[in-house]
């Protein structure tokens, strides 16, 4: 009997360690082991969670599933707001490769609508630093016939999402990206942040997590591996900003009695209120700053008409917002915020500056509105006719 319960203890452990890499959790565990052993820092008064949607928005020619967001996420977004009354904001990094007109005319409609911004996303391979750059510069073209991807100072800036989490050929397949430089090229065209990971199943899942950082270029693959520290100041490195990862107890041998979460989206994993929680346990916020904690949420909200569905009102996502809404939002322990991946990426780089107070002040901090942006949009026309020139409309095609 003890020989045959020895035989069972040793397959059910090798059980575990083949989960541990066949999903690739030794990438991440032992910094998820330092990052659970570090005593927080202290907080003063409430945390503000600042809670953003970096949706990998992929509706391809599927234009119905992009109208169903263009009618139905208002109706979301305005039942769902934050602590200001603010309605919940989604950005979506809709692919370059997949210059649709109509799909962004919807988006542009939902940014002039005030319901979040449009970032950009691209899968591509086998590229060199040449063919990537003219890559990005046609896709960012076309980005800015539709006011998104440039700044009312003029600027091309941009946030970012690697198509299958292969940034800066962290992949190891070259058919999946093929750009080792590929952090110096973005930053070089304008790109002011990667929003990729966590990418959990992924080689290119870096050895860090739940942290906002900067990450220096090098000769190689992965050069995001090595973190630097987050700087008042925008520099060549490409700060990459990281969503919640983390593992929890679970009575169910057959995960090996652990669950691991990174906020993604999908309609076969239920947006219970123990995961919700699990996003805030996470505490990702710039050292020194511990009151402004950042919740970066993805999925792939247009990739299938489930998805669609599960993102829309009466979907598996409201019951997040719900969860959000009622537990993290008393205005004395907690203040809900929703905000664009651009509104983040600004307050972060106000905490790295010391900036204080409400973060909502700090929202256009460094990265300006986009000429899509609905303060643009509607003070063109005021301005141009009281100019004597007539109502134009010099955002859109």
């Not at 990998?56 to 234009?63: A, G, Q």
């Not at 210059?99 to 939902?110: C, E, S, T, W």
């Not at 599960?310 to 915020?337: C, K, S, T, V, W």
Request: net charge negative; hydrophobic share 35%.
């Amino acid at each position: 009997m003890i020989g045959v319960v020895a035989v069972l203890a040793v397959v059910y452990v090798g059980v575990a360690v083949w989960r541990i890499v066949d999903r690739k959790h030794y990438l991440w565990m032992p910094a998820f082991a330092r990052w659970a052993w570090e005593t927080p820092e202290p907080v003063q008064g409430p945390t503000h969670l600042l809670v953003f949607y970096t949706d990998h928005f992929e509706p391809s020619t599927h234009l119905d599933r992009t109208e169903r967001w263009g009618t139905e996420f208002p109706e979301l977004a305005r039942r769902h707001r934050d602590h200001e009354g603010r309605p919940h904001q989604h950005t979506w990094f809709y692919p370059a490769e997949q210059p649709i007109d109509g799909n962004m005319q919807v988006l542009q409609r939902l940014v002039s609508g005030g319901f979040g911004e449009v970032e950009l996303h691209y899968h591509h391979g086998n590229d060199s630093r040449a063919s990537m750059q003219r890559k990005l510069e046609d896709g960012l073209a076309w980005f800015q016939r539709f006011g998104f991807a440039r700044t009312v100072d003029g600027k091309t800036q941009w946030a970012f999402i690697h198509g299958n989490f292969a940034l800066d050929n962290g992949d190891g397949r070259d058919s999946r990206c093929g750009v080792d430089e590929e952090l110096s090229l973005l930053r070089q065209t304008g790109a002011y942040a990667d929003f990729s990971f966590p990418a959990i199943w992924n080689s290119s899942q870096p050895r860090v997590v739940n942290r906002i950082y900067e990450a220096q270029d090098d000769p190689g693959p992965k050069s995001y591996d090595r973190p630097f520290p987050f700087q008042p100041g925008p520099s060549a490195r490409l700060p990459i900003f990281m969503g919640p990862l983390t593992a929890y107890l679970v009575p169910d041998p057959l995960r090996t009695f652990y669950q691991v979460e990174d906020a993604n989206v999908h309609p076969t994993v239920p947006l219970t209120p123990r995961r919700v929680d699990q996003w805030v346990r996470a505490n990702i916020h710039v050292p020194g700053h511990p009151e402004w904690v950042f919740i970066k949420i993805w999925g792939h909200a247009g990739s299938s008409d489930e998805e669609t569905a599960d993102n829309l009102p009466g979907g598996n996502f409201e019951r997040a917002l719900d969860h959000l809404e009622q537990r993290y939002n008393d205005g004395q322990r907690y203040i809900l915020h929703y905000v664009t991946a651009r509104e983040a990426y600004n307050v972060a780089r106000a905490a790295a500056s010391g900036m204080r107070g409400s973060p909502t002040q700090y929202y256009d901090f460094e990265v300006r509105p986009y000429l899509a942006d609905p303060r643009v949009t509607r003070a063109l026309p005021a301005a141009e006719e009281a100019a004597g020139r007539g109502p134009t409309h010099a955002v859109t095609e």
